[in-house]
C-alpha cells in the first residue's frame, strides 16, 4: 500500500497549485481518501475528504478556495487550491485508512509568499 504525493512548491499569495497522490497496492475506488496538512510548528490539521462514492467535505479554513477530486481510473486524488495565502504553507499528505491502518505519503511542501 503507497501513496505518493505531487505537485508542491513555492507560490504568491493569491496563486494556485494543484497536488496529485497516486495511490496502489489497495483497491482505490473503494477507499475514502483526505488530505491533511502540518504547518511549520503545529499539529496535523484535516484539510479535505472525498469519499468512495464521491462525497466531499472541507475545513473551513479552505472552502472556497480548494477543491478536491479523485480519477479512479489513474488511482489518483487531487488537491486543486486557489487564492492561497500565506496561512496555507505547510507539508501536505494524503492519507486513508487501508489494510487496518492508517496509511500516509511522504508529503509534499507548499510555501505561499506574502
Known amino acids: 500500500v503507497q501513496l505518493v504525493e505531487s505537485g508542491g512548491g513555492l507560490v504568491q499569495a493569491g496563486g494556485s497549485l494543484r497536488l496529485s497522490c497516486a495511490a496502489s497496492g489497495f483497491p482505490f475506488s473503494t477507499y475514502s481518501m483526505s488530505w491533511v496538512r502540518q504547518a511549520p510548528g503545529k499539529g496535523l490539521e484535516w484539510v479535505s475528504g472525498?469519499?468512495?462514492?464521491?462525497?466531499?467535505t472541507y475545513a473551513d479554513p479552505v472552502k472556497g478556495r480548494f477543491t478536491i477530486s479523485r480519477d479512479n481510473a489513474k488511482n489518483t486524488v487531487y488537491l486543486q487550491m486557489t487564492s492561497l495565502k500565506p496561512d496555507d504553507t505547510a507539508v501536505y499528505y494524503c492519507?486513508?485508512?487501508?489494510?487496518?491502518?492508517?496509511?500516509w505519503g511522504q508529503g509534499t511542501q507548499v510555501t505561499v509568499s506574502s
Open positions: 492519507h486513508t485508512y487501508a489494510n487496518l491502518r492508517n496509511v
Open positions: 472525498i469519499g468512495a462514492g464521491g462525497s466531499i
